[in-house]
């Protein structure tokens, strides 16, 4: 076992640079059979596990990756050794002044996991030190944590208190355990001269959880996310409005020669696209307004999840530039092309006219753009009412729809309520492509379908997981599986048996009858994306 103190002071293993941690503020024991427990040492501003506070003086339960808090400080993983391999060794017995050792020595000089001894495949003991104020072996201090092997009658001294291991329950090799030994290690060089040794994995696998335990795990951390957008005119800087009254002055509105600013697109019965809804001069305020009167939270619903305490989240790019992506593309090409003929054949009237603008020249800078209105989430079992909806802003999105990955944080800078935890990325997200292979198993969940199927009154909104297989050999951005889903769950995380993120729901098959054909782009895309935002 093994004793990680943690806190403000500068004598913990993990120092906390931080005013609202206490000096110790909390401990991690590392146990022998890989076990962790965590305990609050009593702190002023509280420990956390996936953003709920325990109890201070009880030690819990942990597993590598957990999103934990001291204060104000989330635990980087990286600094807690991982658990060691004891593959080689057939009996392990912890010193210390601890009830949990397996060997306890009481005194003031005893740390309470003060040391290890463990009994080899081949039966040859070892000791390691842990402790504060040291150990000997027959008389000479050993260094912490290196293996020194000792014998029955080794003397050995845990912080000036003897250690009685004639009637310890360390099970010590006989003279005829002795012999079969001896036996036994000249046929195994016998054995290794004609087929080799057997390499053994040195690696300890990582705990896996099942699709029940990752529900439970994950399930607060996921939103529904809504959007509202629009499209802007522009021809340079001219003004659209002075096109727009000669349109009038010379009757041609009503022949379709007009020309607003900001636009909303769709098509009608023959597949045209058309502006369904003229916006110019009102404020992204009176747009969003405007739709939430309609009895819509937005335009469209995807998913997105918290990988921070702060508020931030990532979704897909498409929900906050979905002008770049699919038919929202191809109408804003359409439009912009529709606009051109347009705009010329106006340029004609106005030579006709003899008004003279120098409108032709203008025609080149037409640019038609999209713009995010309103970006926001209703969490997980909250009602769906504009007045649960939380406001976000977009920090990072690229213009890359390969990269179909983006990160937006709530104005608040905070999670929305006391149930919402996070994914922590920074321990829990594998980016090889080795966690990719077909057959491997994952976990997705979100919100498929949209509002459609997850207004509850009394639940609320409900997330929806599924399990299933990766399918298709990756590819440069993504990877395909099985788990059947269908819109409303872009952004979703998706997850391996290990609970580690390895990708971001994006895309799937969407003709009727047909499910199980989806795809996830790569979490190192997220890394990425998180990298350039810093």
């Known amino acids: 076992m093994r004793l990680l103190k943690i806190g403000r002071d500068a004598s913990n293993n993990i120092v906390l640079h931080s005013e609202k941690a206490s000096s110790l503020h909390a401990e991690i024991t590392l146990m022998d059979n890989g076990d962790i427990m965590l305990e609050d040492k009593g702190s002023h501003n509280g420990t956390f596990i996936q953003n709920r506070p325990i109890k201070p003086g009880v030690p819990v339960s942990i597993r590598r990756g957990d999103a934990i808090r001291f204060a104000d400080v989330e635990l980087i993983w990286s600094q807690v050794p991982m658990p060691e391999d004891n593959s080689a060794y057939k009996a392990i017995y912890g010193v210390g002044s601890h009830l949990n050792n397996d060997i306890q020595i009481t005194g003031d000089t005893v740390s309470r996991y003060h040391a290890t001894i463990k009994v080899g495949k081949d039966n040859k003991v070892y000791i390691f030190d842990h402790s504060k104020n040291g150990t000997t072996v027959d008389g000479r201090k050993i260094q912490p944590n290196t293996p020194v092997r000792i014998k029955k009658s080794s003397a050995i001294v845990c912080g000036r208190v003897p250690l009685n291991l004639q009637n310890s329950p360390i099970q010590w090799p006989s003279n005829f355990t002795k012999i079969i030994l001896l036996s036994a290690a000249s046929l195994l060089v016998l054995v290794c001269i004609v087929i080799g040794a057997k390499m053994i994995n040195p690696n300890p696998k990582p705990d896996t959880y099942t699709d029940e335990e990752l529900y439970s795990r994950y399930k607060n951390s996921v939103v529904m996310m809504f959007g509202i957008y629009h499209y802007n005119v522009t021809v340079g800087d001219l003004d659209l409005n002075k096109l727009n009254e000669i349109s009038k002055k010379l009757g041609l509105i009503s022949q379709g020669f007009y020309f607003p600013s900001k636009v909303f697109l769709s098509r009608n019965q023959n597949n045209q696209v058309y502006p369904v809804l003229n916006a110019s001069g009102a404020s992204s305020k009176e747009i969003v307004e405007y739709i939430n009167k309609q009895g819509e939270l937005g335009l469209y619903t995807g998913t997105g999840f918290f990988i921070s305490n702060d508020g931030k989240l990532v979704t897909n790019l498409h929900i906050v530039k979905p002008w770049l992506f699919g038919d929202n593309a191809t109408m804003l090409e359409e439009y912009k092309s529709e606009l051109t003929r347009k705009l010329s054949q ?189």
Do not use: W
């Open 346 to 534: 106006f340029a004609e009237i106005l030579v006709s006219n003899k008004i003279s603008i120098g409108l032709s020249a203008y025609i080149s800078q037409l640019k038609v753009e999209g713009e995010l209105d309103y970006v926001s989430f209703i969490s997980q079992g909250e009602i769906f009412d504009p007045d649960n909806a939380v406001k976000c802003k977009v920090l990072s999105a690229g213009d890359d729809p390969n990269k179909d990955v983006a990160l937006v944080q709530t104005i608040s800078k905070r999670l929305p309520t006391s149930d919402c935890t996070y994914v922590n990325v920074k321990d829990s997200m594998d980016v090889t492509d080795d966690a990719l292979k077909v057959g491997h198993h994952i976990y997705t969940i979100g919100f498929p379908f949209g509002k459609s199927i997850q207004f509850d009154k009394e639940k609320g909104i409900q997330v929806i997981a599924q399990g299933g297989d990766i399918t298709q050999q990756n590819s440069e951005f993504d990877f395909a599986y099985n788990a059947a889903t269908f819109g409303g769950a872009s952004g979703s995380p998706v997850f391996n048996e290990y609970g580690m993120l390895i990708g971001v729901h994006h895309a799937g098959l969407s003709q009727a009858g047909v499910q199980g054909y989806n795809y996830g782009i790569k979490a190192k895309y997220v890394k990425e994306l998180l990298d350039s935002a810093q």
